[in-house]
Nanobody, 122 residues
Framework: QVQLVESGGGLVQAGDSLRLSCVAS??????MGWFRQAPGKEREFVST????????YYADSVKGRFTISRDNAKNTVYLQMNSLKPEDTAVYYCAASRTLSPILSKSGYGYWGQGTQVTVSS
């Protein structure tokens, strides 16, 4: 059974940091990514990473503040979020694919976690 389980969300103040984790089980996944969805908005791309970790991509809104990484031995992908802003408030979703290439579109992912809430107060 394929599962993606996110953790690490919470309520923080502007300027604080959080690290999200996503543990994958059931299959080997290559491209993995993070998306987020704020109330009343579409789910949007945040970051993606390839199997080797050699290729990473970020949305302009998080570039320089967020860092994606992975530990393949632990089947885990991370999202380190620094200098958080109120506009980062959203449910953050982990996504996984069997594709080798990085994927920036949510339609490219076949597997999704249940999401973890991140709330940043001003």
């Amino acid at each position: 059974q394929v599962q993606l389980v996110e953790s690490g969300g919470g309520l923080v103040q502007a300027g604080d940091s959080l690290r999200l984790s996503c543990v994958a089980s059931g299959r080997t996944f290559y491209a993995m990514g993070w998306f987020r969805q704020a109330p009343g908005k579409e789910r949007e791309f945040v970051s993606t990473i390839t199997w080797s970790g050699g290729n990473t991509y970020y949305a302009d809104s998080v570039k320089g503040r967020f860092t994606i990484s992975r530990d393949n031995a632990k089947n885990t992908v991370y999202l380190q979020m620094n200098s958080l802003k109120p506009e980062d408030t959203a449910v953050y979703y982990c996504a996984a694919s069997r594709t080798l290439s990085p994927i920036l579109s949510k339609s490219g992912y076949g597997y999704w976690g249940q999401g973890t809430q991140v709330t940043v107060s001003s």
